[in-house]
Nanobody, 122 residues
Framework: VQLVESGGGLVQAGGSLRLSCAAS????????MGWYRQAPGKQRELVAA????????NYADSVKGRFTISRDNAKNTMYLQMNSLKPEDTAVYYC????????????????WGKGTLVTVSS
């Protein structure tokens, strides 16, 4: 599975951005997908996650009500709509795909994109 993020950039506080994550390869094996972010000097943290069918989502408290995660399985693409952006949202945003590998023993694997930088100016 290969993941490529796009849509990052520089925006003023209060503005909006829409991130996209395009998946390719064995996309049929993708289960949960998510957006993570890592600010300078901080650990990577979960921003939002979405189940395979898109019916279940989860958000970090810091982005609830401002960010919306979605996915279009027909296009193998996941999105993150970010509204009311704050300077503290500045980070590199990473796309994650969790794959369940089935066989004699089932196990999970995580794939990551290279990230896209979001900078929010005050």
């Amino acid at each position: 599975v290969q993941l490529v993020e796009s849509g990052g950039g520089l925006v003023q506080a209060g503005g909006s951005l829409r991130l996209s994550c395009a998946a390719s390869g064995s996309t049929f094996s993708i289960n949960t997908m998510g957006w993570y972010r890592q600010a300078p000097g901080k650990q990577r943290e979960l921003v939002a996650a979405i189940a395979s069918g898109g019916g279940s989502t989860n958000y970090a408290d810091s982005v609830k009500g401002r960010f919306t995660i979605s996915r279009d399985n027909a296009k193998n693409t996941m999105y993150l709509q970010m509204n009311s952006l704050k300077p503290e949202d500045t980070a590199v945003y990473y796309c994650n795909a969790h794959v369940i590998v089935t066989g004699s023993i089932a196990y999970g694997m995580d794939y990551w994109g290279k990230g896209t930088l979001v900078t929010v100016s005050s």
